[in-house]
């Protein structure tokens, strides 16, 4: 089975390019090449350097593949458009720069869906005409990658507008399967009050590119209860260490290996970078914990 694992800097704290409270990109390189990892997304862009130079010196010193990068924007606000395309742009650049594969579309959190995560049958829905706009929003991105030879994805995510399964089939229903793909992430599927298992064995098939995250059930249970934001969760530890939570990855594994998965599976484990934790050693448990199940 010719899965390769990588990690991401998001498993640093690091969300936003401009957030002072972020580690250094360099370190973030090297304790990923030092936790046993063999590739690393992008980042936000912006974190990373934009001088492809510089970021390919770094990664040919810490022996790591970049993966694929993330844009992560509010695809479900027109008026955010702008800001929508210079992400993506400037992300397809950066991975045409470094021969990376995967460029992964995620609309960003809304504060109208923030309360109801994990909330399905409470999340505002949008209407047929905004709907119509968003999909459209999504593919024109997804052609602008397609066109520059990217594999695109689309990646559910809490509290964003693309979260719950209704949603994500009825854009699967709409799309055509050969030019948007799915960035699968366990976590996020477990947190939006769904089974990632069965979700993976019914889309496999269209599954490009998995992230992994586990989900803390007790924290989950908590959050969704009180109406936590995303964040907010983050830092009371929703995602744990891989095989702690409710996501049951031996499964998951059985699953890719049944299907004959190739590529590049991603470690996630969101954090806040402001806490007393330490991303190297979760990184290492994790990177260990993928062993013990054939990873």
């Not at 992400?87 to 021969?99: C, D, Q, S, V």
């Not at 999504?138 to 995510?157: F, K, N, Q, Y």
């Not at 709409?174 to 976590?187: N, P, S, Y």
Request: charged share 25%.
């Amino acid at each position: 089975m010719a899965i390769d694992i990588g990690n991401a800097p998001c498993s640093w704290g690091v969300e936003f390019a401009d957030d002072p409270r972020n580690p250094p990109w360099r370190q973030v390189l090297r304790d990923c090449a030092a936790a046993g990892y063999r590739g690393i997304e992008l980042g936000p862009v912006g974190y990373m350097p934009e001088d492809a130079a510089i970021l390919a010196d770094a990664l040919a010193e810490n022996d790591l593949t970049l993966i694929g990068g993330v844009v992560f924007r509010p695809f479900h606000d027109p008026t955010s458009w702008d800001t929508v395309l210079d992400a993506a742009e400037r992300t397809i650049r950066a991975l045409n720069h470094h021969g990376a594969k995967h460029l992964v579309l995620i609309d960003s959190i809304s504060e109208v869906r923030a309360p109801t995560a994990g909330r399905p049958n409470e999340a505002v829905q949008l209407d047929a005409e905004a709907w119509t706009a968003f999909r459209e929003r999504i593919m024109h991105v997804t052609r602008l990658g397609t066109d520059a030879g990217l594999t695109v994805s689309i990646h559910p995510h809490a509290a964003g507008f693309m979260d719950f399964e209704p949603e994500i089939e009825r854009l699967l229903e709409q799309t055509d399967e050969r030019a948007l793909k799915i960035c699968f992430d366990t976590g996020h599927h477990s947190y939006a009050g769904y089974d990632p298992v069965e979700f993976m064995r019914r889309h496999i098939d269209r599954i490009s590119y998995v992230h992994f995250k586990d989900i803390n059930p007790r924290v989950k249970a908590d959050v969704v209860a009180n109406r936590t934001g995303f964040y907010d969760a983050c830092g009371q530890g929703i995602f744990c260490n891989l095989g702690q939570g409710d996501v049951d990855f031996a499964e998951v594994q059985k699953i890719l290996t049944t299907a004959k998965f190739e590529g590049w599976c991603t470690v996630e484990q969101d954090c806040d970078p402001t806490l007393d934790i330490d991303p190297l050693a979760d990184a290492k448990a994790n990177r260990s914990y993928l062993t013990t199940i054939g990873f």
